[in-house]
């Protein structure tokens, strides 16, 4: 219970986020997809086979680089329990989709776009008289390629890898999606993109920085009695780069991770043998400092967040994909400088922590970590901190 409370009130950071942010221009820079095409699986024996998958989605574009789109799709694929046994999912996602282009060029002309694709939400399993029905909550990594073929429709192509609870669907941890679609554009206008308090120029608000500390092997959250005290602890270094895109979001690429164990041996009593890994991965992050206006002065912001990228350990050289999400608390320092504590929790395939936990717990094999580090922003910072207006500044006598 305490997990599904975890991803609805993510889930509902963001959807208030993005209500909060798109003001009175809601119908501006709206659009509405349908897609069709393959879904690929691994059933109980390890063999990929191919599936029927389709949806449907709303979006609108929230920033000049950054849209928000609720997606429906739909799949079929081989059961886990009953490799000849086909079944049906459906999935409610929350999706953001970042415009690379968009940030790097204030002039944004092109017919063929890519854009890299996260989200969260709830995937259900049909039931029938072989399997009951079955519903869990999901993350994704994807990508979306955009042709424009004018009169505000657009023909794209895109790939989804679905991340599922070890607890859902017998044990299936992947779901993979590859359709082709047509987007329709409502109400176009590029420069209603820009909000009121976002980044203008190309080379401000971005940001660099460096972190460590401890993180944790665990393998059923909230359950595991045997957690193996601190003889499972590892280091967690991390390095980040990104851009604050306006006063409520932020998009970061992050590479972390370094050490960590395999399952507590509960019989020897000794932790789990430990390896070396590294995560990288792309969050989306919300300011709730600035939640529905810009204020000013405010020397604390604290950013939860959501994410997925890759995943790999070094011992063995396996490599897979994973999901993250957390808080992150940034404290001014001056124009230039930030400190910050970030808690993270990694969410893992079995294959690369080693196994499961005796209670299969729904988010399976995870690695919590907090880090504490050092912000270096680059450019001008206008959408992070702004002097208050009647503010007394010390200005040196000549």
Known sequence: MKKIVITLLLSCIALTGIRAQIGTDFGVNMFVTLNGGLSYSRDVNSEFKPGFAGGIGVGKWILTPLAGRVDLDFMTGPSMRLPEHTVSYAAATMEFLWDPMATFSRVRNWDLNIYPVIGLGIIYRAGDGKLPTDRDVHSLLGVNANYRLGMGWDAYFEYKCFFLPLSFDDG???????????????????????????????????????????????????????????SMLGVAPEAMFGRNFSNFWTIRFQLTGLSAHQQFDTVRQQPGDAYSFTMLHADVMMNLSHLFNFKRGVKWNFLPYLGAGAIWRYDNILFDMAADFGLMARRYINAKGDLFIDLKYLMVAPRIGGGTGPNNDIYGVGIPSLTFGYIYNFGSSSTRYRIPAHAVIDCPSY
């Open 172 to 230: 299936r941890t992947f779901l993979h999606t590859a359709v082709l679609g047509f987007n329709h554009r409502f109400t176009q206008s590029p420069y209603s993109r820009r909000t009121q308090f976002e980044s203008r120029a190309v080379a401000d608000d971005w940001f660099l920085g460096f972190g460590i500390g401890p993180n944790y092997s665990l393998f059923d959250l909230f359950h595991n009695d045997h957690l193996g005290g601190l």
